[in-house]
């Protein structure tokens, strides 16, 4: 078995998956790939040819096995040839296969994956905002290097992201990972090869732990099951696997039960003495823990802190957008309206992906804004991601509408963001608190079998592939569920209150 870039990857998606995929229970794997993952990959191929497509000259290694392109790609690298494409780099239990192999100056090589996103995490191309080396791209690399210095083809650390923008980006796997965390990339990739390694050859395992990210995994049908078998403390909200794992080690805490059962002003006067004892683990935390187990398990019912003041206007507006962050594209903007003489959906959706249509839907979303009544209507979306779309749009399409407009739009105060409502003032007893867990306790059911942000990307990507109207149709029908959950969760936060 072989330690792989999408090994360490996969591991640090989740920690627990390269066990599970050795030596879990197979019957429970899910086999058919998930569309949006299978869209991903698609992606990110097409990317790849593309490039690969501009390069004028280069040693073409993806056929054969793998033995035989690890040969010639020795040979190749022993030949000196300055650039290659798929070549094959093994040593012990080590296997990487960079995009490209390119000859220096200096007559190493470095190692270059092709991605389809940004090079760096938080990077903003429109404000020139750097950001910093993601995980999964540093440790990839890493593991690339590592191979090519094994076999005495190199004589640094650094490596080369070639990013969706065409930006050719240095990863320097000798800097630190950040001012927290002092490490350099090299040390974390050896920390995580370790792990990984020691997890393939069942020298050690850990446990599932429930998170947001889990139902793009074909395990995650088996984890949850054991998660909800096992009483697993990550099935309460904001409980993920560190603090699970800590409260586990340090309190004996392994089920919710238990944490029901703790002492938890014991707990906090034990951290004040000894600073190592459930490092992490904070009183708000450790409070907030406590407190929903009690209502997941014990009282079964939401809570409200305080009183909500929801503006009375006569226009309600429910609001959701679907994009695809894969292409940076925004193709609907849709709004539930509710007055007291009326309800109805209204859409304004791009049906090819141009800059002229996606413009022109968000032109269009604005100038239905703009004929509401001045101060009489209010506005309600689920998180930050339609603040932060349209922050991005702004600098996009400038001449749609200033920065400032865009700006006293989500400042008012009639502009809410239902998500902070329920973080700051609530608690439910469910295990997410996401739009879909939360309508769905309430009562609300989309009218799709298998409702989801991501697949709504897949369906509008199948779209533009074939104009099939059944497939538009779908993705507006789950659009206005979306906007109708919001209006639902409104009503039910008022009906708390």
Same mark, same amino acid.
């Given at each position: 078995?072989?330690?792989?870039?999408?090994?360490?990857?996969?591991?640090?998606?989740?920690?627990?998956?390269?066990?599970?995929d050795?030596?879990?229970?197979?019957?429970?794997k899910?086999?058919?790939?998930n569309?949006?993952?299978?869209?991903?990959?698609?992606?990110?191929?097409?990317?790849?040819?593309?490039?690969?497509?501009?390069?004028?000259?280069?040693?073409?290694?993806?056929?054969g096995?793998?033995?035989?392109?690890?040969?010639?790609?020795?040979?190749?690298?022993?030949?000196?040839i300055p650039?290659?494409?798929?070549?094959?780099?093994?040593?012990?239990n080590?296997?990487?296969?960079?995009?490209?192999?390119?000859?220096?100056?200096?007559?190493?090589?470095?190692?270059?994956?092709?991605?389809?996103?940004?090079?760096?995490?938080?990077?903003?191309s429109?404000?020139?905002?750097?950001?910093?080396?993601?995980?999964?791209y540093?440790?990839?690399?890493?593991?690339?290097?590592?191979?090519?210095?094994?076999?005495?083809?190199?004589?640094?650390?650094?490596?080369?992201?070639?990013?969706?923008?065409?930006?050719?980006?240095?990863?320097?796997?000798?800097?630190?990972?950040?001012?927290?965390?002092?490490?350099?990339?090299?040390?974390?990739?050896?920390?995580?090869?370790?792990?990984?390694?020691?997890?393939?050859e069942?020298?050690?395992?850990?446990?599932p732990?429930?998170?947001?990210?889990?139902?793009?995994?074909?395990?995650?049908? @088996?984890?949850?099951?054991?998660?909800?078998?096992? =009483? +697993? !403390? %990550?099935?309460? #909200?904001?409980?993920?696997?560190? $603090?699970?794992?800590?409260?586990?080690?340090?309190?004996?805490?392994?089920?919710?039960?238990?944490?029901?059962?703790?002492?938890?002003?014991?707990?906090?006067?034990?951290?004040?003495?000894?600073?190592?004892?459930?490092?992490?683990?904070?009183?708000?935390?450790?409070?907030?823990?406590?407190?929903?187990?009690?209502?997941l398990?014990?009282?079964?019912?939401?809570?409200?802190?305080g009183?909500l003041?929801?503006?009375?206007v @006569?226009?309600?507006?429910?609001?959701?957008?679907? =994009? +695809? !962050? %894969?292409?940076? #594209?925004?193709?609907?903007?849709? $709004?539930?309206?509710?007055?007291?003489?009326?309800?109805?959906?209204?859409?304004?959706?791009?049906?090819?992906?141009?800059?002229?249509a996606?413009?022109?839907?968000?032109?269009d979303?604005?100038?239905?804004?703009?004929?509401?009544?001045?101060?009489?209507?209010?506005?309600?979306?689920?998180?930050?991601?339609?603040?932060?779309?349209?922050?991005?749009?702004?600098?996009?399409?400038?001449?749609?509408?200033?920065?400032?407009?865009?700006?006293?739009?989500?400042?008012?105060?009639?502009?809410?963001?239902?998500?902070?409502?329920?973080?700051?003032m609530?608690?439910?007893?469910?295990?997410?608190?996401?739009?879909?867990?939360?309508?769905?306790?309430?009562?609300?059911?989309?009218?799709?079998?298998?409702?989801?942000?991501?697949?709504?990307?897949?369906?509008?990507?199948?779209?533009?592939?074939?104009?099939?109207?059944?497939?538009?149709?779908?993705?507006?029908?789950?659009?206005?569920?979306?906007?109708?959950?919001?209006m639902?969760?409104?009503?039910?936060?008022?009906?708390?209150?």
């Amino acid at each position: 078995m072989y330690i792989t870039a999408s090994k360490l990857y996969d591991y640090i998606q989740c920690p627990h998956r390269i066990w599970r995929d050795e030596y879990g229970p197979q019957d429970e794997k899910i086999k058919e790939t998930n569309p949006f993952v299978e869209l991903l990959w698609s992606k990110g191929i097409a990317y790849e040819k593309k490039r690969v497509s501009l390069l004028e000259e280069y040693l073409d290694l993806t056929e054969g096995s793998l033995d035989e392109r690890f040969q010639k790609t020795i040979k190749a690298l022993s030949d000196k040839i300055p650039l290659i494409y798929q070549g094959v780099l093994c040593y012990d239990n080590l296997l990487g296969i960079p995009d490209l192999l390119r000859l220096e100056p200096d007559g190493s090589y470095v190692p270059i994956d092709i991605k389809s996103g940004l090079a760096f995490e938080g990077a903003n191309s429109d404000e020139d905002e750097e950001g910093k080396p993601k995980k999964h791209y540093a440790v990839q690399l890493a593991l690339y290097v590592d191979v090519l210095k094994k076999n005495g083809f190199k004589n640094n650390d650094c490596a080369v992201v070639l990013d969706i923008e065409g930006k050719e980006v240095t990863y320097n796997l000798n800097d630190a990972m950040g001012q927290r965390d002092k490490r350099t990339w090299w040390e974390f990739y050896e920390s995580i090869k370790n792990n990984v390694g020691i997890l393939m050859e069942n020298k050690a395992t850990n446990k599932p732990a429930m998170s947001g990210i889990c139902k793009l995994c074909p395990w995650y049908l @088996s984890c949850s099951k054991w998660a909800k078998d096992n =009483d +697993d !403390p %990550t099935n309460i #909200f904001y409980v993920g696997r560190s $603090v699970r794992d800590v409260l586990a080690e340090d309190a004996g805490v392994n089920t919710i039960d238990s944490l029901l059962k703790i002492d938890t002003d014991g707990l906090l006067e034990q951290k004040e003495k000894d600073k190592t004892f459930l490092k992490g683990v904070g009183k708000s935390t450790l409070e907030k823990a406590v407190r929903r187990a009690q209502i997941l398990k014990v009282s079964k019912k939401p809570l409200i802190y305080g009183e909500l003041d929801f503006p009375e206007v @006569s226009h309600e507006l429910f609001f959701d957008i679907e =994009d +695809d !962050p %894969t292409q940076e #594209f925004v193709y609907m903007h849709g $709004v539930y309206e509710r007055t007291k003489e009326r309800e109805r959906y209204l859409h304004f959706t791009a049906h090819e992906i141009t800059a002229d249509a996606e413009k022109k839907a968000w032109g269009d979303f604005w100038t239905y804004v703009k004929s509401l009544p001045k101060g009489d209507f209010s506005v309600y979306y689920y998180s930050h991601h339609e603040k932060t779309t349209y922050s991005k749009m702004q600098k996009k399409y400038p001449e749609v509408i200033s920065a400032k407009e865009v700006e006293e739009f989500f400042d008012n105060p009639n502009v809410i963001d239902l998500y902070q409502v329920v973080l700051k003032m609530t608690d439910w007893p469910v295990g997410s608190y996401s739009l879909k867990a939360l309508a769905t306790y309430l009562g609300f059911h989309w009218r799709d079998e298998t409702p989801s942000g991501a697949l709504s990307i897949q369906w509008f990507n199948d779209y533009i592939n074939t104009k099939d109207e059944k497939v538009i149709n779908r993705i507006l029908e789950y659009n206005e569920d979306d906007c109708k959950a919001t209006m639902v969760l409104k009503d039910g936060l008022v009906a708390l209150g």
